[in-house]
């Protein structure tokens, strides 16, 4: 399967512990992006790539969270300091540079912090 | 980002054409109109895209009105595996642009048997 994968698809910590979430994009893919998705909301951007710069953060993306994307392959989305609101799901999705920028899901990381 | 306008819910027959509107009476020329569509617990998933034309593939058929204020998700042949929520997002598809997608609320297909 050469979609987009992430590790691991779920996940239960308790509140103050840290978490780090993976993402391996399309391998062709040079953009890789981060959304959470809570309950009966569609998806909200956090942060893009373009391969190993980080170009863009949402106001979503408080001081706890941290993204990195080394030598432009996979990705790693880290929260410290869990809180019971970061309780969600984790969508990573990769494109490639041109022309219409169709994105390409993963299944998604779930999120419970108790 | 123009911001669209879908129904929350809608149902459908199995076999029968599923037709989702979707307003966007701001957009702008030089947006697309996407379609994503989400089954319940895996990540969304691309359908078409459209600047002005209607457009087809293998998942479904997009048509957009002359004026580009609305546009149509056609499923023609709808099956229980089409129950999802499906979200209408216009946005400029530009390589110097982020073009995170925004997405709404959706609208949620029922595929009855």
């Known amino acids: 399967d050469t979609g987009v994968s992430q590790d691991p698809r779920h996940k239960i910590t308790k509140r103050g512990q840290n978490v780090t979430f993976r993402c391996d994009p399309i391998?062709?893919?040079?953009?890789l992006y981060w959304y959470r998705q809570t309950l009966g909301q569609g998806p909200e951007f956090l942060t893009y790539f373009q391969n190993e710069a980080q170009l863009e953060k949402s106001r979503l993306l408080s001081d706890r969270f941290s993204a990195e994307r080394p030598k432009g392959s996979f990705s790693t989305l880290e929260i410290q300091r869990t809180e019971q609101g970061d309780s969600a799901m984790y969508l990573c999705?990769?494109?490639?540079?041109?022309?219409?920028?169709?994105?390409?899901f993963g299944p998604g990381t779930r999120l419970t912090v108790l | 980002d123009a911001k669209t306008t879908q129904p929350p819910s809608m149902d459908c027959a199995e076999g029968r054409a599923a037709n989702l509107p979707c307003n966007h009476s701001?957009?702008?020329?030089?947006?697309?109109v996407y379609w994503y569509r989400q089954i319940h617990s895996q990540g969304p998933q691309y359908i078409i895209h459209g600047l002005k034309n209607n457009e087809t593939n293998e998942m479904a058929s997009l048509i957009i009105t002359e004026d580009r204020k609305s546009s149509t998700l056609i499923l023609p042949h709808a099956t229980l595996r089409d129950t999802a929520v499906y979200y209408c997002i216009v946005r400029v598809a530009d390589n110097n642009a982020g073009n995170m997608l925004t997405f709404g609320g959706g609208t949620r297909l029922m595929v009855k048997p």
């Open positions: 999705a990769s494109s490639p540079r041109a022309p219409y920028n169709e994105q390409f």
């Open positions: 701001t957009i702008s020329g030089n947006e697309y």
């Open positions: 391998s062709e893919h040079n953009r």
